[in-house]
């Protein structure tokens, strides 16, 4: 017993410090853009083929909004970065329950670890500001508990701890200099933000200045939220300029945060988009904006460049979304943040191409080699490790 359990302990050391997961760091975003990939809708591609499209596109930052096995399969050896979800049913759960929590963790993200890469949880989404607040106060203990997991699984220095927030968050956001946080909302936002300031998370925000220009389309410019030529809008208390909508909205956020004592926290977008279809009330959502939109945001994210307020700090966003969702309720502009149609081509033009049957088996083919050579690299590297793990705990017992 003495023997295997010496054995145990070695291997699990080296496992955790040579293992290609123990490599890295928690890095949840590389570059400047990513793409969340929403699947309620029964007539989009499979798994796979979204592999194709991204990878085609050369998106490599992902979020869904679950853990589906099916997703992370394959995902697997793609290369492509992934932040899974702990959708807000499951937050009470976790929140009482650590065992929960690690359970959730070992099936959903350590079983997947490292051939698909997953690199951060996001922890429910727009809880705070919305209407369940049972699910305001089991926010916090829910962020917790997983952490805990993930330390616990030796994956801390891997996958990143976030939630996201709406707008709904702040109580006011003009000027940007003038943005808070809500006073039904700081009570559960301070002890959150210490806890990720701990841990080194951002601040995520899902920003859209669709939605800010569709509630005041008369006294605001829908050239400044479509990042067109536009006089802007000047803030006196920084004097600071903003050319558009987006930059004003994170900035606002980085004084929120300022405000409740948070000035180094970095603000991500981890949702911004256009909808190209809308109801009649929603005359902005039109497939042009969309386009607008989108091709003016990938320009912008291009330049690698931070906000007037934080200029050092570059933009970093995931763009609502892969697909129309033919399923979500609400109005028709919910159905219509798609860059692709269900079909997996393309919503409107900026620059990418949408699923055809040549480049798509041509991309399938080159993925499965890159797959197969992975699997047997790490099957030279188990076959190299593991004699000499044995041969160290033969040494140790021999002491």
């Known amino acids: 017993m003495n023997c295997l359990r010496v054995f145990a302990q070695i291997a699990q050391v080296f496992l955790v410090f040579f293992s290609p997961i123990a490599s890295q760091t928690v890095q949840a975003f590389t570059g400047t853009y990513g793409i969340n990939y929403g699947r309620i809708a029964d007539n989009i591609p499979s798994p796979d083929e979204v592999v194709t499209l991204l990878r085609a596109a050369k998106i490599k930052n992902v979020r869904i909004y679950d853990a589906d096995h099916s997703v992370l399969k394959a995902f697997s050896g793609t290369g492509l970065e992934l932040v899974i979800g702990l959708p807000n ?12 929590a690690l359970t959730w963790v070992r099936e959903n993200v350590q079983s997947y670890l490292p051939e698909t890469h997953i690199v951060g949880i996001a922890i429910g989404n727009e809880v705070l500001g919305g209407g369940d607040y049972e699910l305001w106060g089991a926010l916090l203990g829910a962020v917790k508990n997983i952490h805990k997991a993930v330390k616990r699984l030796h994956l801390a220095n891997v996958v990143q701890i976030t939630t996201a927030h709406s707008q709904a968050v702040f109580a006011n956001s003009y000027p940007p200099s003038s943005c808070t946080f809500k006073d039904g909302v700081v009570q559960y936002m301070k002890p959150l933000l210490e806890f990720f300031s701990e ?75 256009w909808a190209s279809h809308g109801d009649e009330n929603e005359s902005s959502a039109t497939a042009n904006n969309a386009r607008t939109y989108n091709y003016n945001l990938r320009k912008r994210l291009a330049k690698k460049k931070g906000t007037p307020l934080r200029p050092k700090n570059v933009v970093k966003a995931y763009i609502f979304a892969v697909f129309n969702e033919n399923l979500k309720p609400g109005p028709t502009s919910e159905r219509n943040y798609g860059i692709f149609k269900a079909d997996g081509t393309i919503s409107y033009d900026i620059g990418f191409h949408g699923l055809d049957s040549s480049s798509a088996d041509s991309l399938r083919f080159s993925l499965k080699f890159k797959q197969d050579i992975r699997a047997r690299r790490w099957s030279q590297w188990h076959s190299f490790l593991l004699p000499l793990i044995s041969s160290l705990a033969l040494l140790l017992l021999l002491r």
Do not use: R, W
């Open 199 to 273: 841990i080194g998370s951002p601040f995520c925000l899902n920003a859209y200045p669709f939605i800010a220009y569709m509630g005041d389309p008369e006294n605001i410019d829908i050239n400044y939220a479509l990042f067109q030529s536009t006089q802007g809008i000047y803030d006196e208390k920084t004097d600071l300029h903003y050319d558009n909508m987006l930059d004003a909205q994170i900035d606002a956020a980085y004084a929120a945060l300022e405000n409740a004592g948070f000035k180094k926290m970095e603000v991500i977008v981890t949702e911004t988009g």
């Open 89 to 100: 049913q499951y937050l009470k759960d976790m929140s009482a329950n650590e065992d929960h």
